[in-house]
């Protein structure tokens, strides 16, 4: 994982997110859940 992945990674954990979204499947690697950019647009909205 590069820096770039890793602050991403940081922030996510900091504040708590569901997840993130991202092209870039090192994240699979983490317990952070990766969502790509397809699946959001997808989501019905709430």
């Known amino acids: 994982m ?3 992945d890793a602050l ?3 922030i996510v954990k900091k504040y708590k997110m569901e997840g993130i979204v ?3 499947k090192h994240f ?3 317990d ?3 969502l ?3 699946e959001i647009l997808r ?3 709430t």
Do not use: I
Request: avoid cysteine; charged fraction near 50%; aromatic fraction near 20%.
């Open 32 to 34: 952070t859940k990766r």
């Open 43 to 45: 989501r019905p909205e």
């Open 22 to 24: 991202s092209f870039d």
């Open 36 to 38: 790509e950019p397809s």
């Open 28 to 30: 699979d690697k983490t």
């Open 2 to 4: 590069d820096f770039d």
């Open 8 to 10: 991403n990674y940081y």
